[in-house]
């Protein structure tokens, strides 16, 4: 029960951080210290996706619900709405390079306003 706690709770913070990888750029819009978080982090997105490589993360989720004697993602609340999010059935290297080019063309986008502004004076 414990170990699918935590792998629960991982897949959480895998979503999360998905999500700041997606959108951190406009958090810095509001908190510009942000920036120093999310570039990192948006890099290793893309990254991953472009690589075709496979996040740290999962291979820690699927140990832990191993650990828990489960077989896969099924069941509960996170299995069931979560992860299909984070793991799209028929992902393929093309569709990971559509995925890591969103993200760049996101954070692009973030940060070219951001940029704009700063360089305006009007700096967040």
């Known amino acids: 029960m414990v170990y699918r706690a935590v792998a629960d709770c991982l897949v959480l913070v ?3 951080f998905v999500g700041f990888v997606m959108l951190g750029g406009f958090l810095a819009w ?3 210290r942000v920036v120093w978080a999310h570039v990192p982090a948006a890099l290793w997105g893309a990254a991953i996706e472009y690589g075709g ?3 740290p993360l999962t291979p820690l989720e699927n140990a832990l619900r191993a650990r828990a004697g489960l077989e896969g ?3 509960g609340f996170v299995e069931h709405y979560v992860i299909p999010v984070l793991y799209p059935a028929g992902l393929t290297p093309p569709t990971q390079i559509l995925l890591g080019s969103v993200v760049l063309i996101v954070n692009l986008v973030a940060y070219t306003v951001l940029i704009r502004r700063a360089l305006r004076g009007g700096g967040g």
């Open 53 to 55: 490589w496979v996040c």
């Open 73 to 75: 993602y099924r069941g």
């Open 30 to 32: 509001r908190w510009g």
């Open 14 to 16: 895998h979503a999360g």
